[in-house]
């Protein structure tokens, strides 16, 4: 719901919960990763908060198009599973609008950043 694109964090392959996944679901950590983005991307169509209701594990995993993943996703602590929802822990730190504004901000400072080192170092040439 907020936008189309969803962040890929640098290390998401490495991170102890990836890897705990990848291990269950009997994967590589990289296909691990990408099981959860397809997740993650589904969720932004249907949630604003990381809470979706009327919805099981079992139902995540087949929106998402991969057996087994929520119920992995939930060992790890990615996802927890409620008598009548499911919720995606921590979901407005990586997703939403506001989320979304941060990643945009860090990425034009960046750029401004290496603008001004270049334009300094082209300075000190002339």
């Known amino acids: 719901m907020a936008g189309h694109w969803i962040e890929w964090e640098k290390g998401l392959v490495r991170k102890p919960e990836v890897l705990r996944i990848a291990r269950l679901m009997g994967c590589t950590p990289q296909h691990a990763a990408a099981c959860c983005m397809m997740v993650w991307e589904w969720a932004e169509d249907v949630t604003e908060n990381g ?18 993943i929520a119920e992995a996703m939930i060992t790890a602590g990615w996802l927890l599973e409620t008598d009548d929802s499911v919720v995606l822990p921590n979901w407005e ?18 750029a401004k950043r290496r603008e001004d080192r270049i334009r300094t170092l082209t300075d000190r040439m002339s």
Request: proline residues 6%; aromatic residues 2%.
């Open 51 to 68: 809470i979706i209701p009327g919805i099981t594990a079992a139902d995540v995993s087949f929106a998402a198009g991969v057996d087994g």
């Open 93 to 110: 730190r990586h997703n939403g609008e506001p989320a979304k504004r941060r990643a945009v901000d860090a990425m034009r400072k960046r």
